[in-house]
């Protein structure tokens, strides 16, 4: 009761009646003035792309998965559920009372993944082939990050970033914007130097490293955040990494551990 008071106190009747007082709503509003300091991320974050990347993943994993995983040899395990109806088996809904288990897939750079995981779960299905589904997950998953390890993303994008890189001019004016406001911002990618570079210096122009007071590559996130075992080393221009000793991230230097 106090809490139907409540929301009848705050909202017009009107709105009262479009909403459940026992549910619970978020409150996301937050003003960025208060926010002093900035953290991003390079891909899919500063350096949006263009869905014609999509199919190109697609199809080196479909390549790579049928040349090298032919055997199943790994178990996986830790699966996130998620909610009911929204589970596919192949090309195929899954009803709900089967209650699935499945992995829950949470960026842009998994719709490839999911696309890939489906065809080969419906090819499976359509020709009564027996799988184990947490092989064939083991399998598209290292397929997929054979694309990223091996480097061919970043070659597609960097042969032709009229193509596959959108916005650019966006970026700039976001990050220029939030310099000229006093704040500072920090750049966090598990990506190379040698591919954030090419992209910043195509949106945002060669002195983009000025406008973060730190940028570190090849974090390998999510254990970036966790694992403190691992020192702080300096890159040079080209790249390459050096041999001081780190006391403190500077302004303008590349770090990566």
């Not at 705050?10 to 978020?26: D, G, K, Q, R, W």
Request: hydrophobic share 40%; aromatic share 12%; charged share 25%.
């Amino acid at each position: 009761q106090d809490m139907r008071r409540l929301v009848h106190d705050l909202l017009p009747p009107e709105v009262c009646s479009l909403l459940n007082p026992a549910a619970i709503y978020a409150n996301n509003e937050i003003s960025l003035r208060d926010v002093e300091v900035y953290g991003f991320d390079y891909d899919y974050t500063l350096a949006q792309y263009a869905d014609a990347l999509h199919p190109e993943i697609f199809s080196a994993a479909r390549d790579i998965l049928i040349e090298h995983y032919k055997s199943l040899l790994m178990k996986i395990d830790a699966f996130h559920y998620v909610q009911l109806g929204t589970a596919y088996r192949g090309l195929q809904p899954v009803p709900d009372e089967e209650g699935p288990s499945i992995k829950q897939f949470m960026d842009i750079f998994s719709l490839p993944e999911m696309a890939l995981l489906s065809c080969v779960v419906d090819y499976f299905l359509g020709h009564s082939l027996e799988f184990d589904q947490a092989h064939l997950y083991k399998d598209v998953t290292d397929a997929i990050r054979d694309v990223h390890v091996k480097g061919l993303m970043y070659q597609w994008i960097e042969q032709d970033m009229e193509k596959y890189i959108l916005r650019g001019d966006e970026t700039f004016a976001v990050l220029n914007r939030l310099v000229a406001h006093g704040k500072q911002l920090f750049l966090i990618t598990n990506s190379p130097f040698s591919f954030v570079d090419k992209g910043m210096r195509h949106m945002v122009g060669p002195d983009w490293r000025q406008l973060f007071d730190v940028v570190i590559v090849q974090a390998d996130k999510p254990s970036f955040f966790t694992d403190r075992r691992k020192p702080f080393r300096k890159l040079d221009e080209k790249g390459s990494l050096q041999w001081d000793r780190i006391t403190r991230l500077e302004k303008g230097k590349i770090y990566r551990q």
